[in-house]
C-alpha cells in the first residue's frame, strides 16, 4: 500500500489512524461555532476538521431555490438559506487563522469547481470529494490538478463509479473510504468489509465515513484496518439543522479518539513475542 502525506502526517498501513471531525455545516453560519468546534476537535485529540463549501448558485437546484423554509433566521427560501450558511473569504480567513494558531489541519469538501478554486487560497492540506459528487468530472479534475492528497468518499456510488473515480487520480494522491449516504445509518447498511476490497485494489490508504449513531462501528472500522475515520461533530445533537442528529457530541469524539488509539496499541504489529510482563508467570506455569 502507498502511504499518502496530509500535512505532517502520513497516512497508511503502520502508521496512526487520521481522525477528521467533519464540522461540514454544523456551524449553522456562525464562525463562533465553527471555532467552538475546532476547539472540541483539538481537545480530543483528532487530526483535523472538515467544512463544506458549495456556490449555492450552482448547487442549488432551480426547482427548490424559491422553495419557503422554517430557519433560525426566519421563513425564507431555500437558496436564501443556503446563502446564509455559506462562509465567504473573510470567514475563512478567520477559520485558516484560527486553525493555524492551534496547530489544527483542515480542508473541506467542495460541491463545485468555483468552490475548490475558491478553498485552494487558503492553501488546504487536502481536499474531500463528497459522496454526492464522485461521478463530478469537474469536481475530480480541479481537485486532482491541485496536485494535494485527495480523499473520496464512496456512499451511494457502485463499484463501477468508484472505480472509474479512483482511476483519475495517482496512487501518491488518492485516499478512498467506505460510507453509506443515509443519516443516520442503519448498521446493516455499512459493509465494513468493502475496505478490504478497496485495499486490495487501489493500493491505498483506506478509511471509514461514518454517519452511524453511536461509536462501535467506527472503532471495528479501525479494527478491521481503517486508516482514516471521519464522523461528524455537533455542540449538541438537538441544535437546529440536518446533519446535527447524526453527529457525535463532545464527550462522544473524546471517546472516539481515545478508544481508537488504544486499539492502536492493541492491534500491534502481527509478530508473536514473549512480553517481559509474562515471564513470572511462564517459569512459574511451564513444565
Not at 99 to 118: N, Q, T
Request: with cysteine.
Amino acid at each position: 500500500m502507498n502511504k499518502v502525506k496530509i500535512g505532517n502526517c502520513m497516512i497508511g498501513e503502520g502508521e496512526p489512524v487520521f481522525i477528521i471531525a467533519e464540522i461540514g455545516i454544523n456551524h449553522n453560519g456562525s464562525v463562533d461555532i465553527a471555532k467552538k468546534l475546532i476547539d472540541v476537535a483539538q481537545v480530543a485529540g483528532c487530526n483535523a476538521v472538515k467544512f463544506q463549501k458549495r456556490t449555492p448558485e450552482i448547487c442549488v437546484p432551480p426547482a427548490q431555490r424559491n422553495t419557503m423554509r422554517e430557519t433560525p433566521w426566519g421563513i425564507i427560501t431555500y437558496m436564501e438559506y443556503r446563502e446564509k450558511l455559506e462562509f465567504g473569504e473573510d470567514e475563512y480567513r478567520e477559520i485558516d487563522n484560527y486553525c493555524r494558531a492551534k496547530g489544527m489541519l483542515w480542508f473541506a469538501s467542495c460541491w463545485d469547481v468555483p468552490s475548490v478554486e475558491f478553498i485552494e487560497q487558503f492553501q488546504p492540506c487536502c481536499y474531500k470529494v463528497a459522496s454526492a459528487s464522485l461521478t463530478d468530472d469537474g469536481i475530480l479534475e480541479a481537485m486532482k490538478a491541485t496536485g494535494r492528497p485527495v480523499i473520496l468518499s464512496t456512499g451511494m456510488s457502485t463499484s463501477e463509479e468508484v472505480d472509474q473515480a479512483i482511476a483519475r487520480f495517482p496512487s501518491s494522491q488518492r485516499l478512498v473510504m467506505q460510507s453509506t449516504s443515509t443519516y443516520p445509518c442503519a448498521a446493516e447498511e455499512i459493509n465494513l468489509k468493502v475496505m478490504e476490497k478497496y485495499r486490495r485494489k487501489y493500493s491505498c490508504p483506506v478509511g471509514y465515513s461514518g454517519h452511524e449513531s453511536g461509536l462501535q462501528i467506527s472503532l471495528a472500522a479501525v479494527a478491521l484496518g481503517a486508516n482514516l475515520i471521519e464522523r461528524h461533530i455537533t455542540l449538541d445533537r438537538a441544535m437546529w439543522g440536518s446533519d446535527h442528529a447524526a453527529s457525535l457530541e463532545p464527550q462522544g469524539l473524546m471517546k472516539l479518539v481515545r478508544d481508537i488509539r488504544i486499539i492502536e496499541k492493541a492491534l500491534g504489529d502481527g509478530n508473536k513475542r514473549v512480553y517481559d510482563s509474562e515471564m513470572s508467570k511462564r517459569k512459574m506455569l511451564r513444565k
